[in-house]
């Protein structure tokens, strides 16, 4: 077989999807210069619930069924990409699977069976022994499923290994904010230009302040997000509802999540903590809010909702954004896209997220 040539590529953006695409370059042979703004913590994939969820993800978008199966063949690029990774990172996904056991929960009186929107995803549904329930501690009124394939990472500890392996495996990583970009370069503040073969931008909605350089860009809008920090729940399980959801594990819990569609500000506001709290408190009477800690992050979103993963048509760049709320799930299909473009081959997924399936990619 030919050998490839190695490419110098770099990825602006040290969220899941920018972490993922340097680990998988660099685990080809490519070498990567990863330029990030802010911490691990201070992203939205450091906010994040880490929910790879396909089906009760699925159930609240327009069409259940096809959903459904987009967000299951990108769950299966986590499977396929795993073999790159490094022993640590394949224990922390395995862990994951086995921790992350998922549940929908609703009152009595909202029906006896699941959500017709849940059951229409197509997704197996499993019923729940007394055991289990006894185990979760659910109220009386709380009918419960468990909802197979769907799990659980924890988020902001996944991200850390991955950049601490990235740079153990000699990556190259500069903490700066980028501010121009041209197809083989990028500009940072107070760091002058970095040259490459290839520029990709996966920088969340920041990619939004690099639209003029990079057209495509502009498609993006923001969806605000708050979530309640809850250290204290270790179970690990993911209790998941109309009103919001619970999730735990051996690196802590949360409760969330808003979705505020418009707003790209990262202000914690008193009333929304308030009724999430209120939410929180309807479906789990006994938790204890007083430690709760409420954070903020941005997601990217695209008119139609699904991520813009491949080259942009006026400027060459690649771009992996626009994940809305499944960074997590389809953080390595974009990086076995990116992956392929960089070394000059097809999109493994047909095309499907290209930035050009867009008319007027450019406005
Ligand atoms: C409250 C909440 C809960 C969520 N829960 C889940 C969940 O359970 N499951 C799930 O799949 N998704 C969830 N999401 C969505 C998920 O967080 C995002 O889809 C995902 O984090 C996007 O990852 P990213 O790497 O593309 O972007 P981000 O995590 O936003 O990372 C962007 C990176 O780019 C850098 N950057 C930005 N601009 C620049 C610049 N100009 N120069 C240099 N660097 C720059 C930033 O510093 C950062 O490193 C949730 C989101 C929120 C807000």
Redesign the pocket.
């Known amino acids: 077989m030919t050998q490839l040539p190695s490419r110098s590529v770099i990825v602006?953006?040290?969220?899941?999807?920018?972490?993922t695409t340097a680990v998988a370059l660099q685990a080809s042979g490519h070498k990567v210069t990863l330029?990030?703004?802010?911490?691990?913590e201070?992203?939205?994939?450091?906010?994040?619930?880490?929910?790879?969820?396909p089906a009760m993800?699925a159930m609240n978008e327009p069409d259940p069924a096809f959903s459904y199966q987009r967000l299951r063949n990108a769950q299966q690029a986590w499977r396929e990409g795993i073999e790159l990774w490094p022993p640590r990172l394949r224990f922390l996904w395995q862990f994951a699977q086995e921790e992350g056991h998922s549940y929908f929960i609703w009152p009595e009186n909202e029906g006896d069976g699941p959500p017709d929107r849940l059951v229409m995803t197509g997704a197996e549904l499993q019923v729940v022994s007394a055991e289990t329930r006894k185990w979760l501690n659910l109220q009386p009124e709380l009918q419960i499923l468990r909802v197979m394939d769907d799990g659980?990472v924890p988020?902001l500890h996944l991200?850390k290994e991955f950049e601490a392996h990235f740079l153990v495996s000699g990556g190259n990583l500069i903490r700066?904010?980028?501010?121009g970009v041209e197809a083989k370069r990028?500009r940072?503040?107070h760091g002058g230009w970095v040259n490459a073969d290839q520029v990709v931008i996966?920088?969340?909605?920041?990619?939004y302040?690099?639209r003029h350089p990079v057209p495509v860009l502009k498609k993006l809008s923001p969806?605000?997000?708050?979530?309640l920090d809850l250290s204290q729940i270790t179970n690990p399980v993911v209790l998941r509802s109309t009103k919001g959801?619970l999730?735990g594990g051996s690196t802590g819990g949360?409760f969330?999540?808003?979705m505020q569609a418009g707003r790209a500000d990262l202000d914690i506001e008193p009333a929304v903590v308030a009724d999430l709290k209120g939410r929180a408190k309807t479906l789990f009477p006994d938790l204890e809010l007083d430690k709760a800690v409420p954070?903020?992050?941005?997601?990217?979103s695209t008119p139609d909702g699904w991520p813009l993963i491949g080259r942009d048509p006026a400027s060459g760049v690649l771009v992996?954004?626009?994940?809305?709320?499944?960074?997590?799930?389809?953080?390595p299909m974009?990086a076995k896209i990116i992956l392929a473009l960089v070394e000059g081959r097809e999109s493994p997924d047909g095309g499907i997220y290209r930035p050009d399936r867009f008319r007027n990619p450019e406005n």
């Open positions: 602006v953006g040290g969220g899941i999807t920018g972490l330029i990030a703004r802010d911490a691990p201070d992203t939205a994939s450091g906010v994040a619930a880490g929910m790879i969820a993800e659980r988020a991200l700066g904010e980028v501010y990028v940072v503040r996966a920088a969340g909605y920041g990619a302040g690099l969806i605000k997000g708050h979530l959801y999730v949360a969330g999540a808003t954070r903020t992050g941005i997601r990217a992996a954004t626009g994940m809305r709320r499944n960074g997590y799930v389809f953080a974009a």
